[in-house]
């Protein structure tokens, strides 16, 4: 069974950091490419990152860019968020997701990704 489990979610304060893992079973990580997402209330999913299981390549979407740092693990079939100088507007839940795409990440958008992990509350207030 095709799964994957997300973790280190929590309440921090802005300016605070946390790290997102991502942990797949049933299936070999590093040969899919990885993205994370989030939804605030009232708001659509949006991606934050992603990166290739071609070249280790990143994106990231401008409100992140500088902030958040994606990586992978294929020894652990894990992936990461690293999340630094969070702001209020942070606060989501943290979905990652995985597919197979050739060469790239794609634009990490919500129809490009079809395995999705069941997500992790991050909450940003003092």
């Known amino acids: 069974q095709v799964q994957l489990v997300e973790s280190g979610g929590g309440l921090v304060q802005p300016g605070g950091s946390l790290r997102l893992s991502c942990t797949a079973s049933?299936?070999?990580?590093?040969?899919?490419?990885i993205a994370w997402f989030r939804q605030a209330p009232g708001k659509e999913r949006e991606g934050v990152s992603c990166i290739s299981s071609h070249d280790g390549s990143t994106k990231y979407a401008d409100s992140v860019k500088g902030r958040f740092t994606i990586s992978r693990d294929n020894a652990k079939n894990t992936a990461y968020l690293q999340m630094a100088s969070l702001k209020p507007e942070d606060t989501a839940v943290y979905y990652c997701a995985a597919e197979r795409l050739a060469l790239s990440c794609g634009n990490y958008t919500p129809h490009e990704y079809g395995n999705w992990g069941q997500g992790t509350q991050v909450t940003v207030s003092s």
């Open positions: 049933g299936f070999t990580l590093g040969g899919y490419a």
